[in-house]
């Protein structure tokens, strides 16, 4: 993975993931657990959607190495999704995770959280979209800018803002 709970803060602030008491906590320890499955999931997603099938799987299997012999081009890309703390992967795995935790399933069915004791979670789901949007401009320069990384394939998806009205 190249992001991990770290990036979530700010913006994408998942309550009870990042505070740490020194004390070992079975609920932090689930709740990271819980992120890292939607990090796994989405990451990839993400990849391929900005990457294309090919390049993503390239960029994949070099992160699974470890590694060990550096690839200059895949180095670098890793570093602009990382960089200053922030990522849009995060913005992105973010979204899905709110998105979903809005949804409860259980032995009866599924339901929403659209009672009025719950927050709208557009409030939040909106402004970490576009904040991703904004930034995947920048890896949209980036990748444009270099030669190496010819052959992507930019999901036009990925620079569209979202609004509350669905236009």
Not at 3 to 12: A, E, L, N, Q, R
Not at 23 to 50: G, H, N
Not at 91 to 112: A, E, K
Request: with cysteine; aromatic share 12%.
């Amino acid at each position: 993975m190249i992001i991990d709970g770290t990036y979530f803060k700010g913006t994408t602030s998942i309550d009870g993931l990042n505070v740490d008491t020194g004390a070992p906590s079975i609920t932090r320890t689930a709740m990271k657990d819980y992120l890292d499955s939607f990090i796994d999931t989405y990451e990839k997603e993400y990849l391929k959607l900005v990457l294309g099938r090919d390049m993503c799987r390239q960029f994949i299997n070099y992160l699974k190495a470890g590694g060990e012999d550096k690839i200059d081009k895949w180095e670098r890309l890793k570093e602009f999704l990382t960089r200053d703390g922030k990522s849009p992967i995060a913005n992105y795995v973010f979204f899905f995770f709110v998105r979903r935790n809005n949804v409860h399933v259980s032995d009866v069915g599924t339901t929403s959280s659209d009672d009025e004791d719950h927050a709208d979670p557009n409030v939040v789901l909106i402004p970490a979209w576009n904040e991703m949007v904004e930034m995947n401009h920048d890896l949209l320069d980036f990748l444009c800018g270099d030669d190496s990384y010819e052959g992507f394939s930019f999901d036009r998806s990925m620079l569209e803002e979202i609004n509350s009205f669905g236009l």
